[in-house]
């Protein structure tokens, strides 16, 4: 492998550096593949070590390359599409690739899924409790935890939250928790008429918990994707799932895809 030097320009060095090396990806390596050390990176293109630091920052924020623990700088793969179009109508766990299902709880969903989910009011969970319950034992849901993974890696980690009244027929079995009553709450989710549902997409920063799942550090850029499921002129699930933002694209149906870089 020659050696390459850069051409005087006006934009930050570390910014051309960055289009150099992923033209070389693209030409000279294969995904997965581990790239070189940073001396003999540094020595190919005739930079500094920070300089070529700075630029294999960027490019793994814009997806190109991961650093894996215990395993270096490799390649990354084309990026997972997430669909947020509205027009195919389905219900999580149905025709779906790469989810799994690995837990299930019972307990109060956060304040804002509730509202989605629009739960009964403090004075009305009051009065609707019986003498044996509590209001938050009123307002609890089924949160179904599925993690979504594409070449043996994480890519997503979902929320499903799922009021009892919309899986009547669950069957526990004395399972309270576990993904073996995650997909019992599954399939009978998918019983139901689907209305319809709609979506909100923003940008967020990953969770402790979602960084952890998602080989992320705390704070890391992550696609934050808010589903709400109609069924019967209600809001019968709410889903709530974070997409890594470097190995992802958002995609809308037969309109296209809208390539997503941090």
């Not at 300089?51 to 490019?59: I, K, P, V, Y």
């Not at 650093?67 to 389905?90: E, L, W, Y």
């Not at 960084?211 to 994707?225: F, I, T």
Request: with cysteine; glycine share 8%.
């Amino acid at each position: 492998m020659g050696t390459t030097q850069l051409e005087s320009v006006p934009e930050p060095k570390y910014w051309h550096l960055k289009t150099v090396i992923s033209e070389a990806l693209d030409s000279e390596f294969e995904v997965g593949e581990i790239l070189p050390n940073e001396r003999e990176l540094a020595a190919r293109f005739g930079v500094a070590r920070a300089t070529l630091r700075q630029a294999l920052e960027q490019l793994e924020l814009e997806g190109r390359l991961q650093r894996r623990r215990g395993v270096g700088t490799t390649v990354a793969p084309p990026r997972v599409g997430v669909d947020v179009s509205t027009a195919q109508h389905r219900w999580p766990g149905t025709g779906e690739e790469n989810w799994e299902a690995v837990d299930c709880t019972f307990a109060a969903p956060p304040a804002a899924v509730a509202r989605l989910l629009e739960l009964d009011t403090d004075a009305d969970a009051d009065a609707d409790a019986d003498a044996a319950g509590s209001r938050g034992a009123a307002r609890s849901v089924h949160t179904v935890r599925r993690l979504r993974a594409t070449r043996g890696q994480s890519v997503a980690a979902e929320q499903l939250y799922v009021p009892a009244s919309s899986v009547p027929g669950l069957v526990t079995s004395g399972d309270t928790t576990g993904p073996v009553l995650a997909r019992g709450v599954l399939r009978e989710l998918a019983l139901l008429p689907l209305d319809g549902q709609d979506r909100a997409v923003e940008l967020g920063s990953a969770r402790a918990d979602d960084a952890k799942e998602l080989d992320r550090l705390p704070g890391a850029p992550v696609l934050v994707v808010t589903t709400r499921y109609l069924s019967e002129g209600r809001t019968a699930a709410v889903s709530v799932a974070t997409y890594r933002a470097d190995t992802c694209r958002l995609t809308f149906g037969d309109v296209g895809d809208l390539q997503i870089a941090s």
